[in-house]
């Protein structure tokens, strides 16, 4: 009988282990912002591999329920869930999660900062991050577009983005019905005018709605004798529940049954006359609502970036312990060489995501120039869909490292392949945030001073002797003649060539700016043939 056992990967602080991340921050932080924001990420990168991580896994393990009735049987549709998704609450508010991006302690790279701990957080939370992505982009909805007259709305954004976790909420956005998530301007969910104060009462049915035990949303519905179509509809917000807890004209119809995110609830509800405030005025509500996504799809990106850089870690630990052919696997060329391929996409995408990261900081705290505001109007679909795609490739590229182990639950590995498997499908699917990206260039004319800054870049890089400079420009020759096809159809059916060749111009470049040594020479090309 064979006495071998596996000794198990293990993981290293998670911000320490990042020579990446920390090389990066040490870049873009001043001296005295970066002795604080190293000193926290340092403590916290212990956290998310020890205490957050096991909440995580009790949160994974111990589902949501639903349950529509008390023991009398009185409607009451509570959702049960586990003391360790409670404890992900808790910590998110004390870490700051959210309420570091509105604090604006160091201005425009308050974002860098919020996001850097989002990155660290997101593996080890079992989609947590969720949650506070429709927290943070209702907070932004409500800075950008609330009354600061209404005491409702004014309290709500507090509790956004409060660290106390006695007050902390989180909000959930009520977008899909089952007409459709890409396309909401079939919503059916009609307003009706309550008083005259802006309260409303809304009534339909929405047909996904995660983290439902938020205590607030935001929500799209039409105006009673509003016109049809997207245009008709306008954005309110939803106060879940009473003083005693009971939901306000809403019924929870059933939780999802997900093939991942097992952690978070997503249900199916009927609003039945639920209170609402009318926010950002009358109508164009798919329009404003954005203001809400472009949020949440940078939380989007950075959770897939984070999610493949843990993902990574795992696999490069395994390599180390695990032996085959008298090897350990790190010393089999082969498998190094797929690692290594896979760190080159996770780079990529890492710049690609900060990229945004760094011009949203900008865009919020009023330092954007035009160009850079078109940039990231451009860059922000372009990262969720890029850096989706790419987190679920090395997912599943992971657990093939893992070999057998990878396929069995009890490792805890295939829960990666099943969190990466949403990242591309919610805040937007692959298609059609690809013809957003065409919407961007048209409308907004947001392709050229992208453009004229890669350009200008590559030509700095080409004087540090940029190995890259020349396939770069190559790329951008491509996408250049993509951009001025003017067949209709043609322009739709390369949208998501446009958009990934767009991606990987962005990233690629990021890291040939950041580093210019062979190793990285190596890098940026193995992640332009991913
Ligand atoms: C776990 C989970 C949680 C979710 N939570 C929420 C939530 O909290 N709130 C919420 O509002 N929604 C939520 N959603 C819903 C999600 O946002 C939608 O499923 C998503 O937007 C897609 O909408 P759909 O399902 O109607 O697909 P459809 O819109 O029917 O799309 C089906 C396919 O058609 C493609 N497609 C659609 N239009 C075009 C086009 N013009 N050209 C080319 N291709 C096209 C899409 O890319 C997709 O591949 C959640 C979904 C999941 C899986």
């Avoid at 508010?93 to 991006?101: N, S």
């Avoid at 795992?314 to 390599?319: G, P, V």
């Amino acid at each position: 009988m064979s006495d071998f056992y596996q000794q198990p990967p293990r993981l290293e602080n998670a911000y320490d282990s990042d020579p990446l991340l920390r090389a990066f921050l040490e870049r873009r932080l001043p001296a005295d912002e970066l002795v604080e924001v190293d000193r926290e990420l340092h403590r916290f990168g212990e956290r998310v591999i020890g205490e957050i991580a096991r909440w995580g896994d009790e949160a994974e393990s111990q589902p949501p329920r639903h349950i529509p009735y008390d023991p009398w049987g009185r409607r009451v549709d509570d959702i049960w869930v586990s003391d360790g998704w409670r404890a992900l609450d808790r910590a998110s508010a004390e870490e700051g999660l959210v309420a570091i991006g509105y604090e604006r302690r160091y201005g425009e790279r308050s974002r860098l900062h919020q996001m850097a701990k989002l990155y660290l957080f997101h593996p080890s939370s079992a989609t947590y991050s969720c949650p506070l992505a429709m927290g943070d982009g209702a907070a932004r909805f409500l800075e950008v577009y609330g009354d600061r007259n209404d005491e409702r709305v004014r309290a709500a954004f507090t509790h956004l983005t409060s660290r106390d976790p006695a007050d902390f909420w989180t909000a959930g956005q009520w977008m899909t019905e089952r007409s459709g998530g890409s396309d909401v301007s079939q919503t059916s969910t009609i307003a009706r005018r309550d008083d005259a104060n802006g309260c409303f009462r809304l009534s339909g049915t929405k047909w996904f709605t995660s983290a439902t035990t938020s205590q607030m949303a935001l929500t799209l519905a039409r105006i009673e004798g509003a016109p049809a179509g997207g245009r008709g509809l306008s954005v309110f917000l939803v106060e879940l529940r009473d003083a005693t807890g009971a939901l306000r004209g809403i019924r929870i119809n059933r939780l999802k049954d997900k093939l991942g995110t097992r952690a978070l609830p997503t249900a199916e509800l009927t609003l039945d006359g639920a209170p609402a405030r009318l926010v950002g005025g009358e109508g164009d509500g798919v329009r404003k609502i954005a203001t809400l996504f472009n949020v949440t799809r940078v939380y989007n990106a950075v959770a897939a970036v984070g999610g493949m850089r843990r993902a990574i870690a795992l696999a490069n630990a395994y390599a180390r312990v695990r032996v085959a052919f008298g090897e350990r696997l790190i010393d089999h060329p082969l498998h190094r060489a797929t690692l290594l391929d896979l760190e080159a996409r996770c780079r990529l995408c890492f710049f690609l995501a900060f990229r945004v990261v760094e011009l949203i900081g900008k865009e919020e705290c009023g330092t954007a120039t035009d160009a850079e505001l078109a940039m990231l109007r451009l860059l922000t679909p372009v990262a969720k869909l890029y850096t989706a795609k790419q987190a679920v490739i090395v997912a599943s590229e992971v657990l093939d490292a893992f070999g057998g182990a990878g396929y069995i639950e009890d490792t805890r590995l295939p829960r990666l392949l099943r969190d990466a498997q949403v990242l591309p499908i919610w805040e937007g699917t692959t298609n059609v945030l690809s013809l957003d990206v065409w919407r961007a260039i048209e409308r907004t004319g947001a392709f050229e001073p992208w453009r004229d800054d890669v350009a200008d870049r590559l030509e700095r890089a080409r004087g540090k002797g940029g190995r890259h400079v020349t396939p770069l420009l190559g790329m951008l020759s491509d996408v250049t003649h993509t951009v001025k096809l003017e067949d209709a159809a043609l322009r739709a059916a390369g949208a998501r060539e446009l958009a990934f060749g767009i991606a990987r111009i962005t990233g690629a470049l990021g890291m040939l700016e950041f580093s210019a040594d062979a190793a990285a020479d190596e890098n940026i090309e193995r992640a332009l043939r991913g």
